[in-house]
């Protein structure tokens, strides 16, 4: 469904009544990635590769954008617009940095390691697989919701990618393949940034159900005394 098309206001019942649930979803997606964050940078660190350092950093942002969620989950829809347009700009920062940081290892970037990338890609890969897992029922929801399915299912998408890289790298002995999946990573956070971003910005120009356009008319014939 697209992003324009949501029908914010059913989601936005059915959150309520799952908020209990979807709470616990993200305080669990929150620890696992903040465990990858701390993976991935060791390895790809030690491994030299841009693409398990770019997923590192992704972790590392989704599970600070699931502490921002956990902090607005409760708020009214304009809050939790704000906070999911928040993470949108970090979300295309992510992907900005990463575009940068693959044109500058064209000339400077050494061959990383495949099996390390292979075997961090995969441990990675099920990480990610099981939060989109718990994530699934909630897509569908409001901008802020929708931002922490988007980012938990690009991810897992990255994942896929890092370890077509792993394979490219160990096939040439180039570093191109781990160079390209950085960036149509990025590219990814990107696309996924602006969707958000326009979610976001619709959510907080739409009329607050609770402000009718003729309340104060109502409000001044009660005044009256009738």
Not at 49 to 60: C, P, Q
Not at 125 to 151: E, K, P, Q, T
Not at 194 to 214: D, F, I, K, N, T
Request: aromatic share 8%; charged share 10%.
């Amino acid at each position: 469904m697209s992003a324009h098309c949501c029908n914010h206001d059913a989601p936005a019942a059915s959150a309520i009544t799952n908020l209990p649930r979807y709470r616990r979803v993200l305080w669990i997606a929150l620890i696992v990635n903040a465990a990858m964050f701390v993976v991935e940078l060791a390895a790809g660190g030690s491994s030299g590769s841009l693409a398990l350092i770019a997923d590192a950093v992704d972790f590392g942002a989704d599970a600070l954008n699931y502490g921002v969620t956990l902090a607005v989950l409760s708020a009214a829809l304009a809050w939790r617009a704000r906070a999911a347009m928040l993470k949108a700009v970090s979300m295309i920062a992510f992907g900005g940095f990463v575009l940068a940081k693959a044109v500058w290892n064209l000339s400077h970037g050494l061959t990383p390691d495949a099996p390390t990338m292979g075997m961090v890609g995969l441990l990675a890969l099920a990480a990610n697989l099981g939060v989109a897992w718990l994530l699934y029922a909630f897509r569908d929801g409001d901008s802020n919701m929708r931002s922490v399915w988007l980012c938990t299912r690009n991810d897992a998408i990255g994942n896929l990618a890092v370890m077509a890289a792993a394979l490219g790298v160990f096939g040439t002995g180039s570093a191109w393949p781990d160079l390209l999946v950085a960036a149509i990573m990025a590219t990814l956070a990107l696309r996924a940034g602006w969707q958000v971003l326009g979610q976001a910005r619709a959510e907080l120009r739409a009329p607050s159900p609770h402000h009718h356009p003729h309340a104060h008319q109502h409000a001044g014939h009660d005044g009256h005394g009738h």
